[in-house]
């Protein structure tokens, strides 16, 4: 019977001595090109998605829902792509969660957010509701590596300051896109205002958070030339302590400056806590049996780029780490990997590698074996 092209193409792979070492090659080829390709624990799909943000000062939720609201419901949902609007009223604002459909081009999705919002701008001119602010989001926002602090000596205000060093650190690698620190207290300068003081030395509250504001800032006033030498001239510094703060002239009583340390008490330290973060170990692990409580914690959570290795990225963030307990992280800090996107997403795909193997194992040439000939030393296999 007459073979065709095809069946000649078949022919010679079947007959021919290198169609082994050929898929045995690719096999390898296939297996090295899979350690080249960034391993992701989230699917990257395209779902564009954005909040839109109003302020409506002093307005009840009911009152945002049916002036801010409804009217951005109706002018959102009239974009072709848009899929689900979630919406949200609350005292003095109002966040509406825009969400495009799957495959929709993102860049085209969100210039025609921003364009049917800024056409309808005069929409709320003088109502004294604020202009929207839109925030997108993706699925790369999603955090990859989680880092928690604790320590059973220092409080949550002295970890909340190595977080936030630790922090600045991290966001210096390549391809980390976003770094955020949760828990703890920030520093806060206290104003306290006493009444009485206020009444006898005749000042108000209003002309204090004034004069603070006012003295709180720096602007470049001029520049002049001296011996080929050009100088900026700087007005004003801002306040750096609570001395600064203190010393501030806030009005005057009888043609005597009225400090703030006269009226008010300055209070330099953490801030009032919103929000508390504790870490602790389960019963049944070994570090439970030494750490049986719970201890104040920052946790700082790490976002990549589109497109990045999320294992090689949390590799770096992790060696990174590693060295800056020498110099930064003090000895009774401990340092707790409590979320690694990249651990499991490597682990997952050797886990796909290894079945693929094992699918492949009942190949016919598992029993063969290379074989030379001794003669002219012509290369073979041979099976059984």
């Not at 951005?72 to 072709?80: A, P």
């Not at 604020?130 to 590596?145: A, G």
């Not at 690698?173 to 009444?195: E, F, P």
């Amino acid at each position: 019977m007459e073979k065709g092209f095809a069946g000649q193409i078949a022919n010679f792979f079947i007959n021919s001595k290198l169609t082994i070492l050929l898929m045995i090659a690719l096999m390898i080829i296939g297996v090295y090109s899979s350690t080249l390709i960034p391993r992701e624990e989230e699917p990257q799909i395209i779902v564009p998605m954005a909040d839109v943000m109003v302020g409506y000062p002093g307005a009840s939720p009911k009152e945002v829902e049916s002036r801010v609201v409804k009217p951005l419901e109706k002018i959102i949902s009239n974009i072709k792509g848009v899929e689900h609007l979630h919406s949200m009223a609350m005292n003095g604002q109002a966040m509406i969660i825009v969400q495009f459909y799957v495959g929709e081009d993102t860049e085209r999705s969100y210039v025609k957010l921003y364009d049917e919002l800024m056409k309808h701008k005069d929409m709320f001119a003088g109502s004294g509701i604020y202009e929207p602010m839109v925030k997108t989001r993706s699925i790369d926002d999603v955090p990859m590596l989680g880092v928690t602090l604790w320590s059973d000596s220092y409080n949550d205000y002295d970890l909340r300051q190595v977080g936030e060093e630790l922090a600045t650190d991290i966001k210096k690698i390549k391809d980390v896109s976003i770094t955020k620190v949760i828990g703890g207290r920030n520093r806060q300068l206290k104003v306290v205002l006493d009444k009485g003081k206020m009444a006898e030395l005749q000042v108000d509250p209003l002309s204090i958070m004034q004069m603070i504001q006012a003295n709180n800032g720096s602007s470049q006033s001029g520049k002049f030339n001296s011996n080929d030498t050009e100088y900026l001239l700087t007005t004003g510094k801002f306040l750096s302590t609570s001395d600064d703060v203190k010393n501030l002239v806030v009005g005057t009583s009888q043609n005597m400056p009225v400090y703030l340390k006269q009226v008010a008490t300055v209070e330099d330290g953490p801030e009032s806590p919103a929000n508390y973060v504790s870490f602790g170990y389960g019963n049944g692990t070994t570090e439970g049996q030494n750490f049986k409580s719970e201890y104040p914690a920052v946790t700082i959570s790490v976002s990549k780029v589109k497109g990045a290795d999320a294992m090689k990225i949390s590799e770096k963030i992790i060696d990174q780490i590693d060295d800056l307990k020498k110099t930064l992280i003090p000895d009774g800090v401990h340092v707790e990997v409590t979320r690694n996107y990249g651990e499991t997403a490597s682990h997952k795909v050797s886990e796909l590698l290894m079945h693929w193997g094992w699918l492949f194992w009942p190949l016919p040439f598992w029993s063969c074996w290379p074989w030379v000939g001794e003669a002219d030393w012509s290369f073979s296999f041979q099976c059984h």
